[in-house]
């Protein structure tokens, strides 16, 4: 293994056409799956998407974005506590996790082992991209992939034989997220000092001056993650929840 792949590693947004066998994607899923759990109960489920057409119709609802179109597979990594509970009821037990706790858990575990998929997969040669467009149409995506209730889908993850090297990304120092014995009280310029990294970046610099506004922060404030947007999607999710019985 590759000791400096975790400071260089990338996001691969653009595929080649060569295809990632089935062996290598399942021996990818299965060594992920000794990821910790929560209680071992494994509270996830993987939709594996490589017919053509089905690829089509997933993708759309991720926006047609070139990772999601150009990819060889697609996996929607689920919260799942629709088996388990099926699984204490033909048992004869009385499973009680239609509740936001149970919810918090199942989403633990689905993060934790999409996170493990990524891994295993870039360091078999691999490229992937986080398709950070599930949780805007989670209701539409669960009826494409048949989901029943007590699912959720919480990460959508593109795999294939990378195109390109992937583009470089910033991140925040050490010392702006790592604190020791309790959280800070940060003042205005401590957190000027821990963004300063991000306002530098020039791909960020060139947002900034596209979207016309004055700094990185208004970017994501005003254009990017906008009460306008966030509001909606959280009412869409919350009712999705409720349909799904975590709430």
């Given at each position: 293994m590759d000791d400096k792949y975790f400071i260089t590693r990338r996001s691969v947004r653009r595929y080649s056409d060569k295809k990632v066998s089935r062996e290598l994607l399942d021996s990818i899923l299965r060594e992920a799956m000794k990821a910790p759990t929560c209680g071992n109960m494994q509270l996830y489920s993987v939709i594996v998407t490589r017919d053509e057409e089905k690829k089509k119709e997933l993708a759309a609802l991720h926006f047609?974005?070139?990772?999601?179109?150009?990819?060889?597979?697609?996996?929607t990594i689920c919260a799942d506590y629709h088996r388990f509970t099926?699984?204490?009821?033909?048992?004869g037990g009385y499973p009680a996790y239609d509740n936001f706790l149970s919810f918090t858990s199942a989403v633990t575990?689905?993060?934790?082992?999409?996170?493990q998929i990524v891994t295993i997969a870039e360091m078999r040669g691999l490229g992937t991209c986080y398709l950070g467009t599930v949780t805007y149409n989670a209701p539409k995506i669960s009826e494409l992939l048949h989901l029943p209730e007590m699912t959720f889908p919480i990460a959508a993850i593109s795999?294939?034989?990378p195109a390109e090297e992937g583009e470089e990304t910033e991140r925040l120092d050490l010392s702006?997220?790592?604190?020791?014995?309790?959280?800070?009280?940060?003042s205005d310029d401590m957190i000027r000092n821990i963004y300063k990294v991000k306002e530098e970046f020039a791909p960020n610099?060139?947002?900034?001056?596209?979207?016309?506004?004055?700094?990185?922060?208004?970017?994501?404030s005003d254009i990017r993650y906008p009460r306008s947007l966030n509001e909606p999607?959280?009412?869409?999710?919350?009712?999705?929840?409720?349909?799904?019985?975590?709430l």
């Open positions: 047609n974005q070139p990772a999601a179109t150009g990819a060889d597979v697609l996996l099926r699984w204490c009821e033909i048992n575990d689905a993060v934790i082992l999409a996170q795999i294939g034989y702006g997220v790592v604190y020791d014995e309790e959280y800070p009280e940060l610099k060139k947002f900034v001056e596209e979207n016309g506004k004055e700094n990185l922060a208004q970017v994501f999607v959280t009412a869409d999710l919350l009712e999705f929840m409720k349909k799904q019985r975590f």
